[in-house]
């Protein structure tokens, strides 16, 4: 079942992600297939890898790279997983919409999706989906 993934996935043209997805994506999540085909795919690392065509490694201040690409995208960006890395755009409000899916599953200990320190930012609840127990939730900012 879909459960909108697609809609969602063609609604995007570009893939952000920090040093420890990426690593999860490429060593255990899809080692044999990019799962990112076709998306213009960056990884906030100061980490020296080989060149791979599939992605750009970034460096630099992530926040300020996004912020000017936002003005040349057609479609949305997709911050993908990793506290650290969307802390900082948290932190700077520059996150327009939150899609936040909750998996009835008690791990006990993990990485927290919201870090401290976090400025208050005002949400509207623009949707909702159900689908075996578990919830999506859609935010913008107010």
């Known amino acids: 079942m879909d ?10 043209d570009t893939v ?3 040093r420890t997805t990426y ?10 297939v990019w799962v990112y085909e076709g998306k213009k795919c960056y990884v906030a690392t100061t980490k ?12 630099e201040d992530i926040t300020g790279f996004i912020k000017n690409l936002k003005k040349q995208q057609e ?5 993908v997983g990793g506290g650290k890395l969307i802390d900082q755009f948290i932190k700077q409000n520059l ?7 909750i998996i009835p599953t008690i791990l006990g200990e993990g990485i927290p999706l919201f870090l ?20 999506e939730l859609m935010y913008v900012k107010r």
């Open 95 to 101: 996150v327009d919409k939150y899609i936040i899916t």
């Open 48 to 59: 020296n890898y080989e060149p791979d065509h599939r992605v750009a490694y970034i460096s």
């Open 116 to 135: 401290g320190e976090n400025p208050e930012i005002q949400l509207k609840l623009i949707g909702t989906k159900t689908n075996d127990g578990m919830v």
């Open 75 to 79: 479609k949305d960006i997709w911050l």
């Open 23 to 32: 690593e999860q994506v490429i060593n255990e999540l899809s080692p044999n």
């Open 16 to 18: 952000v992600m920090g």
């Open 3 to 12: 459960l909108g993934f697609e809609e969602f996935y063609s609604s995007i």
